[in-house]
């Protein structure tokens, strides 16, 4: 007997070729995509989206954390695809790291001197990337550790291999940040000129994520670190306006990989008057046809989204009625005779000519896209299909 689940995700090939075609475009040919594939793939699916961006001609992947860099490697069809972790990796998942070729980030010397101890137990050289603190005040080097991390480097060449050198800009999709920005980038070239003059070279210099990538074309330099735009979103809306403007067509050039669909379970008649779910959220003032949906915010359809969000029935945009349940919604199907048990319901993605957007489905619960996505739970099924 097959088991179905409540709604399923599909992931587009197509999009994700055009999107690809686009970075490659924009980039140009000497710099490096690394797809940034922490949160699950922002909601994408780290087990079905890695082959797939490799099938796309992605090699490098960047994580958060150390389980993510296990499941990539899991997941990876080419042997010589690379996988690079930004954030956090506990002391004793070094040695797992280095064994495995998995480059990762250090931001502080506890982290480096057990790269080191790890490297010379594994018998295999750390690859590591300095960050370097420019601005953002997060992760990242002042000058006295990234100093002190260059006479570790210079005595330790056996073990310690110098794989990038890079920072993370703080707020790069907004314009307003414009001058924190720049700062930042003159503090990053004045240390790397600092390497330069001690003869360090790092395999990498890397420090553009989606939006600086478009917004500050210097910053690409050896490698970018692409997460929202790969997926067919903009890291702002002030990114795309800016970046639309020099254009005489203003169509988006991005494609959306992600749909989210389930399928109508009930379909009743209420009467005008009566009250629909729980509490008195919502009163029938005419006689209304509902339809029940077996997705509510157990399933990453927020609470927020009671009597405002929205869904696709037969081509056609339907509300959200009633509070959202844990585990079902409650849409308006009046006029849409049609409508029965089994019909597809598309919370994200098109039907026909309409379509209901990340940002637009966003909006309505107060969220921001990379959120939306990444509370997208992994356990629901995602599918590549054409």
């Not at 001609?57 to 150390?66: D, I, L, M, Q, R």
């Not at 210099?205 to 210097?218: E, K, L, N």
């Not at 203003?250 to 009566?274: C, F, H, N, T, Y």
Request: charged content about 20%.
């Amino acid at each position: 007997m097959k088991i179905h689940t409540t709604s399923y995700i599909q992931i587009s090939r197509k999009a994700l070729e055009n999107n690809l075609a686009f970075l490659r475009a924009q980039m140009g040919p000497s710099v490096r995509i690394s797809s940034v594939v922490k949160g699950n793939a922002y909601g994408h699916g780290i087990e079905p989206f890695v082959p797939l961006a490799e099938a796309c001609g992605v090699n490098h992947f960047s994580v958060f954390e150390a389980n993510e860099a296990y499941l990539v490697k899991q997941a990876l069809q080419q042997p010589e695809t690379e996988v690079m972790v930004m954030g956090m990796i506990n002391n004793d998942e070094l040695a797992w790291a280095i064994e495995n070729g998995v480059s990762f980030y250090v931001f502080e010397m506890d982290r480096m001197k057990q790269a080191l101890k790890a490297a010379q137990r594994v018998g295999k050289a750390a690859r590591i990337h300095l960050e370097l603190e420019t601005g953002m005040n997060r992760t990242g080097f002042c000058e006295q550790g990234w100093q002190e991390a260059a006479r570790l480097l210079r005595e330790n060449t056996e073990h310690l291999r110098f794989e990038g050198l890079c920072t993370h800009f703080a707020g790069a999709e907004s314009i307003a940040n414009y001058v924190r920005v720049t700062r930042q980038r003159k503090n990053f070239n004045r240390i790397a000129k600092w390497f330069r003059s001690q003869q360090f070279t790092p395999s990498l210099y890397h420090t553009a994520c989606s939006a600086a990538a478009i917004r500050y074309p210097p910053t690409r330099m050896d490698m970018v670190r692409i997460g929202i735009l790969q997926y067919g979103f903009w890291p702002s809306r002030e990114i795309f306006i800016e970046y639309s403007s020099q254009l005489d067509n203003k169509r988006d050039p991005l494609q959306r990989l992600i749909s989210w669909s389930s399928k109508i379970m009930d379909v009743k008649s209420v009467k005008a008057g009566e009250y629909i779910g729980y509490g008195n959220s919502y009163l029938a003032n005419e006689n209304l046809r509902i339809a029940t949906v077996p997705v509510g915010y157990a399933h990453g359809f927020s609470r927020s989204l009671s009597n405002q969000g929205r869904a696709l029935v037969h081509g056609r945009r339907v509300a959200v009625i009633g509070m959202v349940n844990m585990n079902m919604v409650t849409i308006d199907v009046t006029g849409l005779e049609q409508a029965a048990k089994g019909d597809e319901v598309t919370f994200i993605g098109f039907q026909g000519d309409m379509e209901l957007s990340v940002s637009s489905f966003g909006e309505f619960s107060h969220q921001v896209n990379y959120e939306l996505l990444t509370r997208l739970p992994a356990n629901i099924p995602r599918m590549v299909v054409e």
